[in-house]
């Protein structure tokens, strides 16, 4: 039998339910703020990241998925989604319209990485983008829709770690010293550490090999070589935080994955899973618009990465998802079609409605219902029919009632499942 690929994943029901209620979350609190989604291409020619991400990341030296198309162009499969946004701005000349301009998108990414606990190599991704805003406000709100977005989802103890990357010369400067700080180390550094000390020695404070770590933990951060300018940005953003109550700390060690950062970079960690397992990572890059060859147009924005996400969702917000009551009913002798009848009609009233249409005895479509953890089955027999009527079943108290069709919606309102079921996650092949 043919499998998946490794690192993809099949996302079944009853767990879609989770995907589409987050997204549907992510959709509404994100156009709350004004922001309007944005849908670019799954891949890209591969030029656009090895320019944006940057030539010497993880991400463009040994993770993308890039083939070349039947005329012999480099194409990628998009591993992350700011830059395409990024192209598409330009390509489409939305500096023209009214900036700042808010983007949100969400959908698959690519990523050819080791196998972990949380780690696909497609996986999903929720993201903001702020374009043409330079001010820390930018950041500050950010970080707020974030934080409104995880809120509606019910969480309560995520905290942002926020560092300052410095600006372009800071960065330069860094990169000098860093490698001052680790050449006289450099038979410690793994072998990926060794060319990067050569490359982009910022890197090397991102390497997840422990005798690596263990050097970057002593090495300079940036808050030492920083500008003033970038220092009163990110102080500043601290202060917005600090007033709108978002959880934040600094954490000197947070350099990021990406090349295009500059000043505020910031990660959300998921404390269930330990400090490597990040399911949010954003900041500011003012440089890439213009990098790319478009105009000097400034950029912040984040992605979390909905797969990590789906997974610790609380339990607040599963229960909201899976509880909702739906009514079984169930046809006997010749109410079959009239039982199609009355589901339009409860339909259109909003209540969700499963039609036993698999032909099956009452005891077994109790026995589905059961199984389905369902509080409400309708019987609707020949007698009910001529009555225009259901026996309506109250699986939780064991009682039935009969019905009458028109007051059916009635008497399900705000009834809620026996008790949510606990559904397993669908996890990636290892
Ligand atoms: P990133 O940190 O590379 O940033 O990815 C953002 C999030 O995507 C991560 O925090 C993680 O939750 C999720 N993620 C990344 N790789 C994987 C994977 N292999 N499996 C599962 N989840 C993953 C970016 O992509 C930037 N474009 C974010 C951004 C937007 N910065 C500014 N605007």
Known sequence: MIQRPRGTRDILPPESRLWHAVEATAHRVFQAFGAEEIRTPT????????????????IVHKEMYTFADRKGRSLTLRPEGTAGVARAFLENALQDRPLPLRLYYMGPMFRYERMQKGRFREFRQIGLEILGAASPLADAECLLVLFEFFQALGFQDLVVHLNNLGDPPDRAAL???????????????????????EEN????????????????????????????????????????????DIPYQRNPRLVRGLDYYVRTVFEVVAPQWGPSTVICGGGRYDRLLADLGGPDLPGVGFAV??????????????????????????????????????????????????????????????????????????????????????????????????????????????GQNREPARHQGTGSQH
Do not use: M, Y
């Open 43 to 58: 891949f890209e020619h591969t030029e656009l990241f090895v320019r944006s991400v940057g030539e010497t990341t993880d």
């Open 175 to 197: 990169g000098h010293c860093l490698r001052e700080f680790f050449t006289p180390h450099a038979a410690q550094l793994c072998s990926d550490c060794q060319r990067r000390l």
């Open 201 to 244: 020695p910022l890197r090397v404070l991102d390497c997840k090999v422990p005798s690596c770590q263990e050097l970057a933990h002593r090495a300079p951060t940036v808050e030492a070589v920083a500008g003033e300018a970038s220092k009163a940005h990110v102080a500043e953003v601290e202060e917005l935080l600090r007033r709108l």
């Open 305 to 414: 990465g909905e797969d990590r996400l789906v997974e610790i969702l609380p339990e607040s917000f599963r229960n909201a998802v899976f509880g909702e009551a739906r009514l079984q009913l169930v046809p006997l002798g010749g109410a079959s079609a009239a039982a199609l009848e009355l589901a339009r009609k409860l339909v259109r009233q909003g209540v969700p409605v499963d039609v036993e249409v698999g032909g099956r005895s009452l005891k077994a479509a109790l026995k589905r219902a059961d199984k389905l953890r369902r509080r409400w089955v309708a019987i609707l027999g020949e007698e009910e029919l001529a009555q225009r009527v259901v026996s309506l079943r109250d699986l939780t108290e064991g009682a039935q009632r009969l019905v009458p069709w028109e007051q059916l919606a009635q008497a399900l309102a705000g």
